[in-house]
């Protein structure tokens, strides 16, 4: 029972930790096999517990991750020493040290920034809905540093060739900004291929954040 892990290739400081997990090495059944960390499916919660008990050893982490009930929505939590599990949240981010922001996504992106420094950490679960919402442009608001001494990973997520969606998703897009035309293909019956990772870059670059 082997864990592997994704780790980002980027020039963060030495006090930023970040990776992500993958499907191996955990204790999960069926179509949950076999590291799956989410409470929110059918999946065995004891299970589950028994996962997160895994990352929190393999990876000798400071404290338990704080674990956000996601919707898919833009709403921002900060997290100290108090912060509990299963707020409403779709990122969260802290100043503090020891304090493991967590996010968990599927085929939605995971969007994790630090500053130059390593004073700041944030963890976003971007899907087309948080995107389209908002949740990137409210992180870059609610961090308390200039964006451009941001740095990000966009990590593991649905690839452009593989995301169908439909037409009021583009426009949706298109209506806030005309430059997320480059991040959609026209394919066939009204349907186009996204890309989650442009549409990421696009609001990113738009706010400052070139790293």
């Not at 991750?65 to 981010?93: C, E, F, M, R």
Request: proline share 4%.
């Amino acid at each position: 029972m082997s864990l592997e892990f994704i780790f980002p290739d980027w020039p963060a400081p030495k006090t930023v930790r970040c990776m992500s997990t993958t499907r191996s090495g955990g204790l999960s059944k069926n179509e949950y096999a076999s590291f799956n960390l989410g409470g929110h499916v059918q999946d065995s919660l004891e299970l589950v517990s028994q996962n997160r008990n895994l990352l929190l050893e393999e990876l000798q982490l400071p404290s338990e991750p704080v674990w956000l009930n996601q919707v898919h929505g833009n709403n921002v939590l900060k997290l100290d020493d108090t912060t509990q599990s299963n707020i409403i949240a779709d990122a969260s981010y802290t100043d503090k040290t020891g304090i493991v922001c967590a996010i968990l996504t599927a085929d939605c992106l995971p969007v994790v920034f630090c500053d130059q420094k390593g004073e700041y950490i944030a963890a976003v679960h971007a899907g087309w809905r948080g995107l389209a919402n908002g949740v990137l442009d409210n992180t870059l608001q609610a961090l308390p540093v200039d964006n451009d001494e941001l740095m990000c990973w966009l990590g593991p997520a649905i690839g452009p060739n593989m995301f169908e969606v439909g037409s009021e998703v583009v426009q949706q897009f298109t209506d806030k900004d005309k430059v997320h035309e480059n991040a959609f293909n026209v394919k066939a019956n009204n349907k186009y291929l996204a890309d989650i990772y442009q549409l990421a870059r696009n609001i990113l670059l738009k706010h400052g954040v070139h790293q």
